[in-house]
Nanobody
Framework: VQLQASGGGSVQAGGSLRLSCAAS????????MYWYRQAPGKQRELVAA???????TYADSVKGRFTISRDNAQNTVPLQMNSLKPEDTAVYYC??????????????WGQGTQVTVSS
């Protein structure tokens, strides 16, 4: 499975961005899709995950602000990010796996997409 994240950019605090993850195979065939992020000097962390049965999970820091979904028509996994904060600044990556509970990304990380939020 090849994945490509896109849609990053620079916004002011309080703004919104919509990231997209395009896949080389049908999104509906991928058990779990993850969005991760890595800020400078910090470890990569899970932001959100979505399973084929509709289960989603979010990091506490983004709950109520970010929404992960699956667009089977476009074969993408969007991450809608609202009310952005400077601490959301990071490189965002998408990946895939088999379990939301056991967070084990299976794919390569690729280049990701940069999100920069200014105060």
């Amino acid at each position: 499975v090849q994945l490509q994240a896109s849609g990053g950019g620079s916004v002011q605090a309080g703004g919104s961005l919509r990231l997209s993850c395009a896949a080389s195979v049908r999104i509906s065939s991928i058990n779990v899709m993850y969005w991760y992020r890595q800020a400078p000097g910090k470890q990569r962390e899970l932001v959100a995950a979505s399973s084929t049965i509709g289960t989603t999970t979010y990091a506490d820091s983004v709950k109520g602000r970010f929404t992960i979904s699956r667009d089977n028509a476009q074969n993408t996994v969007p991450l809608q990010m609202n009310s952005l904060k400077p601490e959301d600044t990071a490189v965002y990556y998408c990946n895939h796996g088999n379990s939301i509970r056991i967070r084990r990304p299976l794919g390569s990380w690729g280049q990701g997409t940069q999100v920069t939020v200014s105060s």
